[in-house]
């Protein structure tokens, strides 16, 4: 899985609203970050997660989509 870099820092800088969670040994195992602050690049991510967690799903026909669609919809009157 690939991902872009969206913000490259220094060792020494500070991204305000982002946190790293580290092991006993220091090393990064989490992220806590400030959806005020971040929330549109979180949701890019986790469309990218999701999407890369469907990639080998069974494609479904767009007509067989679409009449079992119009089977549940109830028509408007």
């Given at each position: 899985m690939r991902w872009k870099i969206l913000?490259?820092?220094k060792?020494?800088?500070?991204?305000?609203?982002?946190?790293?969670?580290?092991?006993?040994k220091g090393r990064?195992?989490?992220?806590?970050i400030d959806l005020k602050k971040h929330g549109a690049v979180w949701e890019d991510f986790w469309d990218g997660l999701v999407s890369e967690s469907r990639?080998?799903?069974k494609a479904i026909p767009y007509e067989r989509?679409?009449?079992s669609r119009l089977k549940r919809t109830h028509p408007r009157g």
């Open positions: 913000v490259e820092l060792e020494n800088e500070i991204m305000s609203g982002i946190q790293f969670v580290t092991d006993e990064k195992v989490g992220v806590l990639r080998k799903e989509y679409r009449a």
